[in-house]
């Protein structure tokens, strides 16, 4: 790989999610899409006719390749770790969607199995990397509001997934908030503590899985500071997606994403706007694109991933800690992970 040519990717997934990473990457002056495996091999045809790339069934026809410097994993959560530690066997960047497994002692055994390689993989977090999120955080950390003391999350869906969905979701905690859950360490890393709450107020089949339609989280971290997460899996106004950080010195905040920001003032209201963003792939587009340009900065510059395989345990021994705390009624402390691995 010369310092000028672009970085070669393998994509795993041809479904929803994996068709925003191939377009993404075909769509970078940085990247190209060499080669897109699923074993529903019309879909991966059709998605690399629209990328340039070449289609596959199987993971052995992406392994035996010497062409490609990366991959991304798109495809269903079953199939993570398999794909993760062959690509690392392989000398290859890896950069997987969330949750790594929904079993973390599959989880453990894939990191103690590669060891050091897990340097090598980047774990799909997008929401670090979108502009509002990111510029909230990175003036935290600067110090604008001085000592962090609280952070707001609210996160909600326009509507629950579907049936299918759901019941291989692994929950709420699993599915939804693990999201969250990292976004709060991208703001208070050390995590102590999890106090969570679930509740069936408008689904009747989400209740039938044992699953929670609407959650709440309180995470404490280890200099006293407290994150709440606020979760739905319905919203009549749309995606509903804000973050307020407050400290001594004041607050900084991240408002929803409308396509616009006309507002209309008349008799009959004030501040009538755009709905917001219908759902994740809109809202979270430009993260995404600032995902996977990290993603090919570490392979060419060689620099170490984040948010990363480590990350990725976290999140799922934090979702863990929810489900134990929800079903309890129990504050849960947890430990770093550091200690345990």
């Known amino acids: 790989m010369s310092s000028n040519s672009p970085i070669r990717l393998a994509l795993f997934g041809a479904g929803r999610i994996g068709q925003v990473h191939a377009h993404n990457i075909a769509a970078s002056p940085e990247t190209e899409l060499v080669v897109i495996a699923d074993p529903f091999i019309e879909g991966a045809q059709k998605l690399a006719d629209a990328t340039s790339a070449e289609a596959v069934s199987s993971p052995e026809e992406v392994f035996s390749r010497d062409d490609i410097d990366g991959v991304v994993i798109g495809s269903p959560t079953s199939t993570h770790v398999d794909l993760i530690t062959r690509a690392v066997e392989k000398g290859l960047a890896v950069l997987c969607e969330k949750p790594i497994d929904l079993d973390i002692e599959t989880v453990r055994a894939c990191h103690n199995a590669i060891g050091d390689r897990s340097s090598q993989v980047m774990l799909g977090f997008n929401r670090r990397f979108d502009p509002s999120f990111a510029a909230v955080q990175r003036r935290v950390v600067e110090g604008e509001i001085g000592n962090l003391e609280q952070v707001v999350i609210i996160s909600r869906d326009p509507a629950p997934a579907p049936r299918d969905y759901i019941a291989g979701s692994g929950g709420i905690f699993r599915d939804m908030t693990i999201h969250d859950l990292d976004m709060a360490r991208f703001f208070v890393p050390d995590i102590v503590e999890v106090t969570a709450s679930g509740s069936n107020v408008f689904s009747e089949e989400i209740a039938s899985f044992n699953d929670y339609d609407s959650a709440v989280v309180t995470l404490r971290g280890s200099k006293g500071e407290l994150v709440n997460i606020v979760n739905s899996r319905h919203c009549a106004f749309g995606y509903d997606q804000r973050l307020e950080a407050f400290g001594e010195g004041g607050m900084l905040t991240a408002s929803n994403v409308g396509p616009t920001t006309v507002k209309k003032f008349s008799r009959t209201g004030t501040e009538l706007g755009d709905p917001h963003m219908p759902f994740f792939l809109e809202r ?40 134990e705390s929800a079903a309890s009624g129990r504050a849960i402390s947890v430990a770093p992970i550091a200690a345990k691995a």
């Open 284 to 323: 979270y587009a430009q993260a995404y694109l600032a995902e996977l340009e990290t993603f090919a900065n570490g392979i060419r510059n060689k620099e170490p991933f984040s948010p990363n395989f480590e990350d990725g345990v976290i999140a799922l021994e934090l979702a863990n800690a929810a489900v």
